[in-house]
């Protein structure tokens, strides 16, 4: 069998999984075109959303966000697909929306995501290829957006240079439909700055993949200031009023808003975009952007872990099965990150990342038991005795981990919190047998240093805060392989 099993992962070796294609930003036309054909989404280039938009519902006599905002795990990139989830009224799952304030909710209901381009486009044609979310109660949307507050006169000015495309629509009778759109020009935020249409558009919940596009003139000497809106490339709608100069970021988003798309009565929904282009026109009507705040409401980036084939974050034995059983064809064997298993890096999956995988899991996995004794004592500002003692941690360890060092002589193990400094007092580099190679804060230095499992170092670390009129803390460190 376990020969057998040998002349598979050998064959297995010119199995050539699909090639990341890499996003094409051509220079010379300064177009951008993105097909989430890569593994994941592009954060080059994209910024994920977190943020909560869309008003607030009294519950119980208390003001509260309706929806729950947008979070980066409704966003994925899947099957050649940027995938955009929305969390409805039914929804039960373990996700946590986010309020107005940055505090997350109590579930995940009313909850989607959205990205927006790193980059500010201005007058040019956008054009994505999507199934919107086939749910009334959600928006699935594209918009520019160039949001300045001014507070220079007596009263606040906003500047809110927008153009959207948002499904549902509303039909003859004035109700949410999906067959029709809301395209809107946006200057300001005020009731006169800006201008909706809700054309027809066809059935958009059939399945099929539909293009939606707009072209926006901020005006030249050919052109007149305008948006045209196109659905399957025929010009549907053309607004001339509140035309936006600034240039913005492209947003793709789904999202809930506050009862104007219907009731949201579904677990989850999504909205799949294939691919999206920008070609920009650099018409003289453009603008630049001015922003107030260009840099909040976005999520931290999480750099993907190195074998970590099912993307939760961790990289353990459950990754390398994973990827052994994809190498064996088993069915239904789906890796959603399969750059990260390309140890031997060449843009394909073979046997030789398979055995580089397995090491690489066999070296994390050493782990070694630190005890840290901290002394402690000190002195007042009138020279009172504050007390002295000791006191014992214990921590499991591997390589990578990094200590800091709370006010109170406490160690965190790779959490920086607030009440700690920026330097780390240890780091583990290797454990290797019997012996611990680590780089410790020593006297204003980092100090690098290998020992033995069992040895009492009094001398290889020292506390990162000097204090005249406090308890200070002095450190001695025992490395073993024993469990704590
Ligand atoms: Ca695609
Ligand atoms: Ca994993
Ligand atoms: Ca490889």
Redesign the pocket.
């Known amino acids: 069998m376990k020969r057998l099993i040998s002349l598979i992962l050998a064959a297995a070796m010119f199995f050539v999984p699909p090639k990341a294609s890499f996003t094409v930003v051509a220079k010379e036309t300064d177009s951008f075109f993105d097909d989430f054909a890569g593994s994941r989404l592009d954060t080059d280039n994209w910024l994920i959303a977190e943020k909560n938009w869309g008003g607030t519902v009294n519950i119980d006599g208390e003001k509260v966000d309706y929806n729950g905002g947008v979070i980066s795990d409704n966003v994925a990139v899947r099957d050649g697909n940027l995938v955009l989830t929305g969390l409805g009224n039914l929804y039960e799952g373990e996700l946590r929306g986010i309020n107005r304030n940055g505090t997350r909710r109590s579930d995940g209901k009313r909850c989607g995501g959205a990205i927006a381009t790193k980059e500010y486009y201005a007058s040019g044609s956008y054009e994505i290829r999507a199934k919107i979310a086939p749910e009334l109660g959600c928006c699935s949307a594209m918009w520019t957006f160039e949001y300045e507050e001014d507070y220079s006169g007596d009263n606040l000015t906003v500047t809110n240079h927008e153009i959207d495309i948002e499904f549902p629509g509303r039909d003859a009778n004035d109700e949410p439909n999906l067959d029709y759109v809301l395209c809107t020009t946006w200057t300001g935020e005020g009731d006169d700055e800006h201008k909706t249409g809700s054309p027809y558009c066809g059935n958009q919940t059939d399945g099929a993949y539909h293009t939606y596009r707009f072209d926006w003139h901020t005006g030249d000497e050919n052109e007149i200031p305008r948006v045209e809106y196109y659905f399957d490339d025929v010009l549907t709608y053309t607004s001339y009023e509140h035309i936006p100069t600034n240039a913005g970021r492209l947003w793709l988003g789904l999202w809930f808003p506050k009862y104007w798309a219907g009731t949201p009565d579904f677990d989850t929904a999504e909205f799949e975009i294939d691919y999206i282009r920008i070609t920009p026109f650099h018409e003289s009507g453009d603008k630049p952007q001015n922003e107030s705040y260009p840099d909040s409401g976005w999520a931290e980036i999480k750099e993907p872990v190195m074998g970590d084939v099912s993307a939760d974050g961790v990289f353990n034995v459950a990754d390398v099965i994973l990827f052994q059983k994809w190498l064996l064809a088993v069915p239904d064997t789906h890796l959603a990150d399969w750059e990260t298993?390309?140890?031997?890096?060449?843009?394909?999956?073979?046997v030789?990342?398979f055995c580089l995988m397995k090491k690489a899991l066999l070296s994390q996995e050493k782990t070694a038991v630190l005890t840290v004794t901290t002394n402690y004592g000190g002195y007042g500002v009138a020279g009172q005795d504050l007390g002295s003692g000791t006191f014992t941690e214990t921590f499991a360890v591997r390589k990578g981990d990094t200590f800091y060092e709370t006010m109170n002589g406490h160690w965190i193990l790779n959490e920086n919190t607030e009440y700690s400094t920026e330097t780390p007092v240890l780091t583990v580099d290797e454990i290797n047998g019997s012996e611990i190679t680590f780089t410790s804060f020593l006297y204003g230095e980092q100090k690098k240093q290998t020992v033995r499992f069992g040895e009492e170092l009094s001398e290889a670390v020292s506390s990162t805060f000097v204090i005249y009129d406090g308890i200070n803390y002095s450190y001695v460190l025992t490395f073993s392989d024993k469990q704590p």
């Open positions: 298993a390309d140890f031997c890096k060449d843009d394909r999956l073979n030789f990342d």
